[in-house]
């Protein structure tokens, strides 16, 4: 009796394709080590020379690490980029994301393990203050959306001219004056700069406020709680209010900022303070480093979680930004660094599931990302895309709403470029999109996407092919004029590749597409799998060690099976492609639905009960010479 009827082809979101955190059985993990340690003794010492001895205790040393093996995350991982999983809080002191990595710096080798293993592609993370630090040159989606000025960039700052006020009191030199001072974090140091800030002489406030401003743009060990122990915002919010000395106010509003950095329980802090109607009023400032600065701690707020973003949300902050980029297209071009914190801050605010929008905030959003996607500059560019990622993963109204302005083409040809941190967004997007409904698919593929996603499936970034593979899944879920153009593509050779490759995570989305394919093709189709090697690419993920991937092989295998009229060809492949000993491996699994798939492939295609008769037969014979 067949069971691929029962699973119909599935559609996955973006934040469904996330590290799996299926265990392996036991009986995987031990075989695997035993085979590990029968390599390990098996290997024979050199002759002893004069130069052995370097050697000898080389091999002494990787004797040692027999337990060891490659990361778990090679063995098992789950539908999604990660990317770093999209769903950890959004911090980090200086950057979004991990340091890139050069090309030939991105695989690292493990003991014993016949494939290179390539570390996954970093999210967009954590910025630095005032500029952005410099984009990696691999990104996934951001695992951190909290920034924070380094010391460096401070001094930097303090000597650009600002808002054309003369340097007066807390200017450059007496920035230089006191840059080594108060270095140490006392408390009795703190808590003389908290009562500075509530002082009635300016001058003491501006100097307090310099002096917090620098402690907390250390990039390491900023003295955030020592802080907020000290009660730093009670006389810091009231100095982000004194709107005739902007000095002051940008000083006091960057400290803030870096408090905000911090972690969950110092962001609830600020946010408990009262800075949220404070900051969204700055947003309306006539200063633009104010309103710049306001913008950061807001976006460091909302990259904090669901909560803080709601909170920011609610505090109104979604028109204020759209007004600052919308004034500059009407009086004139705002400044670069203004309009990439303001495309930074809208990432983090459609970072988080359970979004809140009335349809006019949605619309006016949509309109907002339209100009930030094809403004003039790169980092603004891959920050609007991460916004329309994640916009599109939260549901099919955001998505209609992404494609009646028009945005496709535009994330289309992103994807096309050359820079893998633009495709990465952009790619993201499409497969959101793709996950639609079938008009959405359709809209995509009308767009040209099948023939850039071909391209994707060779690149050399491991987490793009996998992000391909994952998108046209999703294609493959729709309709069969849908899967007829993926058929049409000649993708269905480069999805066997990719599973021939033998990484997990690209193997688990590929098996997907080529399941979805045989679950919702017509008998043609699914022909052309078999013949492109559809059969032996499943027959290969039959042997990794997850079991929910290997459940979708078996489905695919079974529903290749109903479909194809030749059956007696098909089992012939997957006995030659070593699947009947997966198979009879299989139905012992410990895992119950593997199991019993297994067993009824085996069964069906395989007379499976003979072969029982005949292991029946061998043990009752070895019983009979024990007696």
């Known amino acids: 009796m067949s069971f691929g009827s029962l699973t119909p082809p599935v559609r996955r979101r973006g934040k469904d394709i996330k590290p799996s955190n299926n265990a392996m059985d036991m009986e995987s993990i031990r075989a695997r080590r035993a085979r590990l340690e029968e390599i390990i003794h098996s290997m024979r010492l050199p002759p002893l020379t004069q130069d052995s001895q370097s050697v000898h205790g080389s091999l002494s040393l990787l004797k040692g690490q027999e337990t060891r093996g490659p990361p778990s995350d090679w063995l098992s991982s789950r539908r999604g980029p990660s990317l770093s999983d999209p769903n950890t809080p959004l911090k980090s002191s200086t950057s979004r994301r991990p340091q890139p990595l050069t090309p030939d710096k991105g695989v690292q080798s493990y003991p014993f393990v ?3 293993y390539a570390i996954p592609l970093p999210g967009i993370g954590q910025r630095s203050h005032l500029t952005p630090t410099p984009l990696p040159q691999r990104g996934t989606p951001p695992t951190s959306g909290k920034r924070r000025t380094s010391d ?16 007066e009191e807390g200017g450059s030199e007496a920035d230089d004056e006191e840059e080594d001072v108060d270095k140490k974090d006392s408390p009795e140091v703190l808590k003389n700069i908290v009562k500075g800030l509530g002082s009635h002489s300016s001058s003491r406030q ?28 009670n006389p ?89 980029i919308e004034t500059g297209e009407k009086e004139g071009p705002t400044k670069v660094s203004t309009v990439r914190v303001v495309a930074w801050v809208f990432a983090n605010i459609f970072r988080n599931k359970n979004l809140a929008l009335t349809p006019e905030e949605l619309k006016e959003s949509i309109a907002t990302l339209k100009v930030l996607v094809n403004y003039p500059d790169e980092e603004v560019n891959v920050d609007a895309l991460w916004a329309l990622s994640y916009l599109s993963e939260q549901g099919d109204e955001e998505i209609e709403g992404v494609l009646r302005e028009d945005l496709l083409p535009v994330i289309v040809r992103h994807l096309g470029s050359d820079r893998s941190q633009m495709i990465v967004p952009a790619l993201r997007a499409t497969g959101n999109i793709v996950s639609g409904n079938d008009l959405q698919t359709e809209a995509a593929l009308a767009a040209g996407v099948l023939p850039l996603y071909k391209q994707l499936l060779r690149n050399t970034r491991r987490n793009i092919r996998k992000e391909t593979a994952w998108a046209l ?20 050779l480069d999805l066997v590749k990719v599973i021939k490759e033998g990484f997990l995570d690209v193997q688990k989305e590929a098996t997907w597409a080529l399941s979805n394919l045989t679950s919702g093709g017509t008998s043609s189709q699914i022909e ?23 459940t979708v092989a078996l489905e695919g295998l079974d529903n290749i099976l109903a479909e194809c009229e030749n059956k007696q060809a098909i089992v012939q492949e997957i006995a ?45 014979q070895g019983d009979a010479l024990v007696n």
């Open 114 to 116: 016949s494939r290179p």
């Open 152 to 167: 460096d960039r401070a001094q930097i700052y303090d000597k650009r001219p600002m808002t054309g006020l003369p340097v």
């Open 206 to 233: 501006m100097s307090c406020a310099i002096k917090a401003r620098k402690m907390l743009s250390r990039d390491s060990n900023p003295p955030i709680e020592a802080f907020l122990e000290a009660g730093i915002l």
């Open 236 to 324: 810091l919010l009231p100095l982000m209010q004194e709107n005739d000395n902007p000095k002051l106010q940008f000083e006091a509003t960057w400290a803030l900022t870096n408090i905000a950095s911090g972690n969950s329980k110092q962001t609830a802090a600020v946010v408990e303070s009262g800075s949220i109607p404070i900051l969204v009023k700055l947003l309306e400032s006539s200063e633009g480093e104010v309103r710049e600065q306001a913008a950061w701690a807001l976006g460091n707020v909302a990259g904090d979680g669901p909560k803080s973003r709601d909170a920011v949300l609610l505090g109104g902050i979604l028109q204020p930004l759209v007004n600052i």
């Open 473 to 492: 899944s999703n294609v493959t879920a729709g309709t069969k004029r849908q899967i007829q153009q993926v058929v049409d593509e000649d993708l269905l």
């Open 528 to 550: 052309a799998l078999v013949a492109a090697g559809g059969v032996e690419a499943l027959v290969t993920v039959l042997g990794v060690f997850e079991t929910s991937v290997v």
């Open 576 to 620: 030659e492609a070593g699947g009947k000993q997966k198979l009879e491996i299989l139905q012992r699994n410990t895992d119950e639905t593997v199991s019993s798939k297994a067993k009824a492939l085996l069964e069906m295609h395989f007379d499976n009960k003979r072969d029982n008769s005949d292991e029946s037969d061998i043990e009752s």
